[in-house]
């Protein structure tokens, strides 16, 4: 399988992909976004984790330009996305949880009506949508309506509108969910290779097993706040398991503890 939609990174950009400083988001009296601080390198796999309610959703539509912080900034590829939302926008790729297609395209019309929102020339966006298509397997569906699609397809087709301009940094907001086991092996495929050439993916998901086996490193948020981080073996290190899964760790650092979850009347006498 081959990956030609690599990033434009070179070395005079910045070392840091993603800088979130002093987020804050507050609805009404709540604090969703609390001060957090984080960084992701270029061509980092960075996994962003946290219980329902945490602030992980919240925190992506800011980086991403979608949600306007209380305070705060975000600088994606050094543009903060803020003060100058045309240039961080130009630099990513967003694929978020809640898909909002346009249902009356067909899988190829979408692709190439991304691929002109996005400026490239005609014969690029040819080319990028003929590649995505058949990389995610979308090829026999490209002439048909995207209202039509499972939840499946339209996830990839989704994925392949946030690629189609080969970003340099890709933000993904439960990507797995409602994938079947082969569309899933191929997105994880994709991923890797995306960065194995410079693309950095900031990566939120419920999916333990995914996120242990795709991400280098690793930051948990709670209540708002980011309450750790570090690679999978730096976060087994704090926890003093050295046999700790990923789940493991996340339920000691959120504070849940094992107890019995049976339901009574299942109980026998």
């Given at each position: 399988?081959q990956?030609?939609?690599?990033?434009?990174?070179?070395?005079?950009?910045?070392d840091?992909?993603?800088?979130?400083?002093?987020?804050?988001?507050?609805f009404?009296?709540?604090?969703?976004?609390?001060?957090?601080?984080?960084?992701?390198?270029?061509?980092?796999?960075?996994?962003?984790?946290?219980?329902?309610?945490?602030?992980k959703?919240?925190?992506?539509?800011?980086?991403?330009?979608?949600?306007?912080?209380?305070?705060?900034?975000?600088?994606?590829g050094?543009?903060d996305?803020?003060?100058?939302?045309?240039?961080?926008?130009?630099?990513?790729?967003?694929?978020?949880?809640?898909?909002?297609?346009?249902?009356?395209?067909?899988?190829k019309?979408?692709?190439?009506?991304?691929?002109?929102?996005?400026g490239?020339?005609?014969?690029?966006?040819?080319?990028?949508?003929?590649?995505?298509?058949?990389?995610?397997t979308?090829?026999?569906?490209a002439?048909?309506?995207i209202?039509d699609?499972?939840?499946?397809?339209?996830?990839?087709?989704?994925?392949?509108?946030?690629?189609?301009?080969?970003?340099q940094?890709l933000?993904?907001?439960?990507?797995?969910?409602?994938?079947?086991?082969?569309?899933?092996?191929?997105?994880?495929?994709?991923?890797?290779?995306?960065t194995?050439h410079?693309?950095?993916?900031?990566?939120?998901?419920?999916?333990?097993e995914?996120v242990e086996?795709?991400?280098?490193?690793?930051?948990?948020?709670?209540?708002g706040v980011?309450v750790a981080?570090g690679?999978?073996?730096?976060?087994?290190?704090?926890?003093s398991g050295e046999?700790?899964?990923?789940?493991d760790?996340?339920?000691?650092v959120?504070?849940?503890?094992?107890?019995?979850?049976?339901?009574?009347?299942?109980?026998?006498?």
């Open positions: 399988m990956y030609p939609l690599q990033s434009t990174y070179n070395n005079t950009l910045p840091y992909a993603i800088i979130a400083t002093d987020l804050l988001r507050v009404g009296q709540r604090a969703a976004v609390n001060h957090l601080n984080l960084e992701v390198k270029r061509g980092e796999f960075y996994g962003f984790l946290g219980p329902n309610g945490a602030g959703s919240t925190t992506i539509k800011m980086m991403v330009g979608l949600l306007r912080p209380t305070a705060g900034s975000v600088l994606v050094g543009i996305v803020w003060k100058d939302p045309l240039q961080a926008r130009a630099l990513m790729g967003v694929l978020p949880e809640y898909l909002n297609l346009y249902e009356r395209l067909t899988g019309e979408f692709l190439i009506f991304a691929g002109h929102m996005y490239l020339p005609g014969n690029v966006i040819r080319q990028r949508s003929e590649e995505l298509l058949h990389i995610l979308l090829v026999d569906d002439d048909k309506l209202v699609y499972s939840v499946g397809m339209r996830k990839k087709i989704a994925l392949a509108a946030a690629l189609i301009h080969s970003p940094v933000f993904l907001d439960e990507p797995f969910e409602g994938i079947d086991p082969i569309s899933s092996r191929t997105m994880r495929d994709i991923m890797r290779g995306l194995q410079g693309t950095t993916i900031f990566f939120s998901s419920h999916i333990m995914v086996r795709l991400c280098t490193r690793v930051g948990i948020i709670n209540q980011l981080e690679t999978l073996q730096e976060l087994r290190e704090r926890a046999d700790a899964t990923l789940e760790i996340f339920l000691n959120v504070g849940v503890h094992e107890e019995s979850h049976n339901l009574s009347w299942l109980e026998t006498e």
